[in-house]
T-cell receptor, first 114, second 117 residues
């Protein structure tokens, strides 16, 4: 079985400060992990993915995440927040390869203040 | 990149009527598509896996007779909400896997907001 736990339902940062969105996963086999972003009333956009290659993954808009098997974590970071980063972020797990159904975390709402 | 579309983007219907939502992969073929629903301020919950040429696979707790899925071609899956009730009001999103290198990425449609009055 697979599951995802996003440790913070809300994160608030000031513009220009670092962002950390935390995610822990559980999987009985090699997982593929993703971070998606959803802006209000919009579809989901893929930020980055881990699929058993490099453990430090760089994505779009300056985001990156590090896969840590020993900690079963896949935290999302960004060095400097921008106002346009305010959105809902979902950590997602699926089986290795990414073809099958996705298991979503509960989501973290990121607020960015001027 | 891959594009998935949904139609309509929003729909309002009366209680007891049926509503059909389309999900299309515009520039790639998808033998499998996925349907999710999302309640306000909540995460996405997988409803069912749509399989081209065969029956859909429903997640536990999802009524297959209420949420009819038809995957008629390699680029089209439809979700029909039958005898809709206000509690069916939600944001419905589909996705399709697209091969990217040695793995797949799921591309999502923009969603369909259903309001049942």
């Amino acid at each position: 079985a697979q599951s995802v736990t996003q440790l913070d339902s809300h994160v608030s940062v000031s513009e220009g400060t670092p962002v950390l969105l935390r995610c822990n996963y559980s999987s009985s086999y090699s997982p593929s992990l993703f971070w998606y972003v959803q802006h209000p009333n919009k579809g989901l956009q893929l930020l980055l993915k881990y699929t058993s290659a490099a453990t430090l993954v760089k994505g779009i808009n300056g985001f990156e995440a590090e896969f840590k098997k020993s900690e079963t974590s896949f935290h999302l970071t960004k060095p400097s927040a921008h106002m346009s980063d305010a959105a809902e972020y979902f950590c997602v797990v699926t089986n290795s390869g990414g073809y099958n159904k996705l298991i979503f975390g509960a989501g973290t709402r990121l607020a960015v203040h001027p | 990149g891959a594009v998935v579309s949904q139609h309509p983007s929003w729909v309002i219907c009366k209680s007891g009527t049926s509503v059909k939502i389309e999900c299309r992969s515009l520039d790639f073929q998808a033998t499998t598509m996925f349907w999710y629903r999302q309640f306000p301020k909540q995460s996405l919950m997988l409803m069912a896996t749509s399989n081209e040429g065969s029956k859909a696979t429903y997640e536990q707790g999802v009524e297959k007779d209420k949420f009819l899925i038809n995957h008629a071609s390699l680029t089209l899956s439809t979700l029909t909400v039958t005898s809709a009730h206000p509690e069916d009001s939600s944001f419905y999103i589909c996705s399709a896997p697209y091969r990217a290198g040695n793995s797949y990425e799921q591309y999502f449609g923009p969603g369909t907001r259903l309001t049942v009055t």
